[in-house]
């Protein structure tokens, strides 16, 4: 039972992962001594790789992006859709070189060759092959490529898998250094490249080198939120807005629990609430010491909340059974669910109106669980989403495809953007009412996500024919960016030995904590699993991380 | 003298058969192929259960382990429970699944009515090409909580039981899906075995004045004995494997301590965390048990005076 993320569901989805670090097993050098790499940048080769940022200036949002805590602000929202599209590359990118890219497609994949990829090989000035692969089988079918060294020209590796595809040894292996053609001032040959925010650059950056392209980026990430259905809450005269602690969450479960109406107040919420207890999502320093999450009181405090909302009868007997949750939100037999930010979108509010002619989608404002403490959740990396080239190209094909990649970041709203997104109107898509609408062509070989995971321009919140959605998710980013905060190893890129990255997995003390959300095991054992894994691999894991990110390179926040 | 003209007669005689039989033999160089390329080129990567492998740098650079991976595994709790979990619930399948089949063989075979045969048929078919997914879903509907065996309980005020969350009555649960979705295929070896069977033996026992449950037990279970016991022997060989997709799914909803197997373990806690070698030693634990198995099995057919898996 898999979920379907969407374009913009990775950013909420990975922030979980990619929030604390990025991790990917590095080759211990052998015979010991300090020759261990971690695929960590230093603050000054850091700061000598990223290439300068120059805002486009070329679009006005209608509800411009407010700033909150410090690196954190909210995304501009467009309500219409521009009417005047500017042109922001001039002539074609390409030289007519020919290259394959892969990228991760959750949907069905465009017949191969179609009307939609040879208008954008036309706009591009190159033969590039797009080979959408399976996303649910990416993990796997990445490490064969890696092992075989035959990785194609342009590929997208989703950072949450970093892990899995061990990053921090295929940049300057098998990924190419793109130092050379982007640092400082050299971006700004490609100026949508360079309107891109630093923060998204660093998600691409290995041993203070210069690798990954940004599919995205967003100052608003956080690992997800606890979403409720506005219009059935509104009607019952509840506001969202009062709940403002975990006593109230549980009594607002109460409330609208009727299990005889085949009506449950909640579905899963833990990956998406526990951190309202003042939980980071790894790790915490405490009197200059590194503390992991599980050894937080809070943590516990949290696990006890939601084993007893599962005990209390107040979750949905199916999301215990650990089944998808879309359904039942729509048909109004769940009122709360946990989610990435990403469900806030255009097709969920189809889907949901097409269930029920009300639905609307509201989100909990971030709370602190005692009701006292300053609401608090941690942010997630600025993009979870960066594509790279391979090695082996040349400097000139580098040069190329770079180019092409400056076309596929140009601006919301643009020329450029609107081909990327919509295809060429009148054959993919038409104007209607100033919104472009995908003709049959376009629903069938035009996936955003396609381009869109090789490259994107930093995000806007845009769901044209539906007002009320980017209302409301503006809103509550607007709302909640002031409770912020960068946790610890904030954006940095950290590869580790196999044993460690296993040991941080935890997957004994995973599979405790899971079951007790469900509210199959107690509390004490989940703090018994704990045990176990601190005893052995989480005082490993602890150290290796003090010795070989925290004293080397800091927090870095 | 005399030996040596056998030998090469025995040599002239294989000549024959091969070149009578060469046809067929070339019938079998791909079937011989496929399971060269996927079943025994890849016992190659056994090597990685010794080794702290690296997909990265290959088997070839990879440090050795020797048997620490098997060392970790044997100290691991979980994997212990996997093991007992896995046992357990082979055992539950043994006695509770592994009848059924038989019963519903003998049951087809005394419907007389042709049309009748072929739907039944089809009906204990169709649910063996529904997925693991669509099952769970099925069941999910009907047993779940909210599904309609405990809407109808709630709406008459009488307790509830969801019996898709519950671990004591896991084994139940996955068994009775089992049949549900594979009895019904499982009926076709024994259909064959059963036509095997002369009916002349049947008119003959009928005209000696011998009831429908005296055939039953002097022919038809006689009959059927050689493909029961092959049946049982290829179901201890597997007793390790119960299933992956199935436990992989209800997993989390009935909590990793009653749903981890072999499989599932050797998936969580080796593949889905990087530990490569860690989940190729639990594979490799799993195979060499069920070899033995399987053997010992084999053993005690042949000693039963029956076929097993070869003809001694």
Known sequence: MTEEPSRRTFVGKAAAVAGSVALAPVLSACGGGGGKQTGSNTRAGLKAALPAYVPSTSLRPDIPSVSGAPDAATDPAFLRYPAERPVTVSGVPGRGGSYTAVTPLWGTVPPPGNSFYRAMNKALGVDLTIKPADGNN??????????????????????????????GRLAGTQLADLTPYLSGDKVRRYPNLAAIPTGAWQAGAWGDKLYGLPGGSTRFSIAGTVFHRRDILESRGITADDVTSADDMMNLGKELTDARRGVWAFDQVWTYLFSFWDVPPTWRIVDGELVHKFELPQFLEALDWHHRLAKAGYMHPDALANTPSDTRFYSGKVLIVGGGTGAWNLADHQSGTAADKNYRRGAFNIFAADGKSRPSTFMGASTSIVSYLNARLKPAQIEELLAVADYLAAPYGSREYTMVNYGVEGVHHTMVDGVPTATEDGKKFVQPTTYGFLVQPSSVISNQGADVVTRDFAAFQAANVKALYKPVFWNMNIGMPQDISTALAAQSVDDAVNDCTRGKKKVSEVRAAIDGWRSGSGERLKRWMTENVLDKYGTGQ | MSTDRSRRGERAGRLVRLRRDRTLLLMTVPAVALLLVFNYVPLFG??????????????????????????????DPV?????????????????????????????????????????FQSVVYLPHFFSWVLTITVFQQMLGGA???????????????????????FALLVTSQAVWKEAGWGIIVFLAALSAINSEMYEAAAADGAGRWRRMWHITLPGLRGVIVLMLVLRLGNALSVGFEQFLIQRAAVGHDAADVLDTFAFYYGIATNDYSYGAAAGLFKSVISLLLIWGANKLAHAFGEDGLYRR
């Open chain 1, 138 to 167: 990416y993990a796997t079918i990445v490490p064969t490529m890696t092992a075989a060294k035959r990785l194609p020209d342009w590929i997208q590796l989703p950072t949450w898998w970093n892990a899995n595809f061990n990053l």
């Open chain 2, 46 to 75: 056994i090597v990685t259960a010794f080794q702290y492998y690296d997909p990265l740098i290959g088997v070839r650079y990879s440090d050795w382990a020797g048997l620490e991976q098997f060392r970790r595994l044997l100290d």
């Open chain 2, 79 to 119: 994997f212990w429970q996997a093991l007992k979990n896995t046992l357990y619930l082979s055992f539950v399948q043994l006695i509770l699944f592994f009848p059924v089949p038989i019963a519903l063989a003998l049951l087809l075979n005394t419907v007389v009515s042709e049309r009748i045969r072929n739907l």
């Open chain 2, 147 to 169: 599904g309609m065996l405990n809407q109808f309980l709630r709406d008459h005020s009488i307790g509830t039981w969801d019996i898709m969350t519950d671990p004591d009555t």
